[in-house]
């Protein structure tokens, strides 16, 4: 598996691979060019006889890249034990490289990086950018739904619920207080024409419930012939280019 490098700016870093063959993008540093400064790196161990005697340090390359999709593949493989879940090599390289989130937007015409307009690296960084809890999900078996910071997102349900999922009557939406708070959600979720709306504030994840009729516009009962409620759960992922505490992780 052939990993390529971003920098903190979440632009393809100066040095990286790119092109057929590469498979997915994870974060490598990029402690000179464009982002530039050593926090701009990677913290990683280095070896104290040849680095007067430091044990750790600030780098920068694909060897930086390589074991953080290592480690979100060895973090995958324990959760599936624990979940007593088994695949084949096959089927978790597909997980491993469809849990990620899109890199192609910020490539388009006329953005630079550090030597090159970067469009040039468009569709060649592999699926995106690795995103370790989109892959526990995976396992686990709940969708993700991706959620852009800021504004207000009408989220289509049609890949749960059916190509008439915008014609379903939707009963509930369940979300903790604490999930709400932890994702900056002032105003409580809710369905409009068929779609989730939902803003988010701050970064991060967390669980919601939307449950639908299949059948009618009313569930029945042990006397009258209604609908089916079902209930889905998802996991809401919001991502921003910053972190809050001020790194780029």
Request: charged share 15%.
């Amino acid at each position: 598996m052939s990993v390529t490098s971003f920098s903190p700016d979440y632009l393809p870093a100066n040095y990286t691979n790119y092109g057929s063959g590469c498979n997915i993008a994870a974060p490598g540093g990029e402690t000179s060019g464009l982002s530039g400064g050593e926090k701009a790196g990677v913290l990683s161990t280095l070896c104290s006889e040849t680095s007067n005697g430091a044990d750790y340090g600030y780098m920068q390359g694909t060897s930086m890249a390589c074991p953080h999709v290592s480690g979100v593949a060895a973090l995958g493989l324990s959760y599936a034990l624990e979940k007593g879940k088994r695949y084949s090599l096959d089927e978790f390289k597909t997980m491993l490289l469809t849990s990620v989130n899109e890199i192609d937007s910020r490539l388009g015409e006329g953005s630079k990086a550090t030597i090159a307009d970067v469009s040039i690296y468009r569709g060649k960084m592999g699926t995106g950018i690795t995103d370790a809890y989109q892959l526990l999900m995976q396992i686990e078996g709940t969708p993700c739904l991706q959620v852009a910071l800021g504004e207000v997102q009408l989220i289509p349900l049609t890949q749960h619920f059916g190509q008439g999922a915008e014609d379903l009557t939707y009963t509930d939406i369940q979300m903790s207080a604490k999930d709400m708070e932890k994702l900056g959600i002032k105003a409580a979720p809710k369905m409009y024409n068929g779609k989730l709306m939902i803003k988010c504030t701050k970064p991060g994840s967390a669980k919601i419930k939307v449950s639908a009729i299949a059948g009618g516009t009313k569930p029945g009962t042990g006397v009258v012939m209604g609908g089916m409620v079902i209930t889905k759960e998802f996991a809401v992922i919001a991502r921003s280019a910053g972190a809050a505490n001020g790194g780029w992780l």
